[in-house]
């Protein structure tokens, strides 16, 4: 009698079903870790957003005719920046400092927006003529 030869190349379906169960096993178990990651992605990225506004609003400040204007605001008629998921805002502009804080970013304000800011947003002031950190992101609040 002959014997036949089968041609056995490939995987059963029993030995796909393993590796496809062991997939996943070891994706529920690396899910949490990879959602910090990017709650600590997000965070880290407001705080570099952040910086450079502060930075942008400290050279801003440097045109005389934007800091003789704004140094005279303080108290309840501060300028305020708030950065927002949807968007960045001015309050109380004054002597052209949004204009000159878009010129200095090289986009227009509302362009500039956080990926996990809190409803209240960020908040740098700009108080008397110097910039003030308000409310910060935290990059390592996920930690």
């Not at 502060?54 to 050279?59: L, R």
């Not at 949004?98 to 986009?107: D, F, I, N």
């Not at 956080?114 to 908040?123: L, T």
């Amino acid at each position: 009698m002959k014997k036949l030869r089968r041609n056995n190349k490939g995987f059963s379906l029993v030995e796909l079903i393993v590796v496809v169960l062991i997939m996943a096993i070891i994706a529920v178990a690396l899910a949490p870790q990879v959602m910090k990651w990017v709650g600590n992605s997000r965070d880290s990225t407001d705080a570099q957003i952040y910086d450079s506004l502060v930075s942008d609003a400290q050279t801003a400040l440097t045109k005389e005719s934007v800091w003789k204007v704004v140094k005279g605001k303080s108290g309840t008629s501060a300028i305020t920046i708030t950065i927002k998921n949807d968007g960045t805002s001015v309050g109380n502009d004054a002597g052209g400092f949004k204009t000159e804080l878009e010129a200095v970013a090289g986009k227009t304000v509302g362009e500039i927006k956080a990926n996990s800011a809190p409803d209240s947003g960020y908040v740098i002031t700009i108080d008397g003529g110097s910039v003030k950190r308000t409310t910060a992101p935290s990059p390592d609040a996920n930690k």
